[in-house]
Structures are given as C-alpha cells and as structure tokens.
C-alpha cells in the first residue's frame, strides 16, 4: 500500500524493529504467517484495513499519528 509515495510496510518495519519484535514473535503473537508479513513489509501485497488495525493496536500506535506521519 502507498500514500503519496511513503510505504506503508517500511513504517511498519520501522515499527517492529523499534520494539526489538522479530516477525516470528509478532506473527505468533498476532496469528498470521510470518511469509505474508515479509511481504507486507515490502509492500508486495494488499493489505486488509482491518490486519493493518490489528497490527497498529499490537504497537500501540493511533491510527491517525500512524497516517499523519506517513503524508508528513
């Protein structure tokens, strides 16, 4: 997913390494292959709203800041 040319995946990558998650820990904790959050981290595939919902409440992050910083 795109918004005005910032990824949303290396946001989301920014994310898990910031709280020293490796995609193992989140995928186990979270339930979804740690193979489709590579590729949502790279971008390389759609995202439903409401995983990207699911992994922002993980980090604790508000949807609006998430997105303000992104277009930012």
């Known amino acids: 997913m795109i918004i005005d040319g910032m990824k949303i995946g290396r946001k989301l990558c920014y994310l898990r390494d910031k709280n020293n998650i490796s995609l193992e820990q989140m995928s186990k904790?979270?339930?979804?292959?740690?193979e489709l959050l590579k590729m949502y981290e790279k971008d390389a595939s759609e995202m439903k709203l409401n995983t990207l919902e699911k992994i922002l409440e993980y980090f604790n992050e508000d949807q609006f800041i998430?997105?303000?910083?992104?277009c930012a």
């Open 29 to 34: 904790d979270l339930g979804i292959k740690v």
């Open 66 to 70: 998430f997105f303000k910083t992104l």
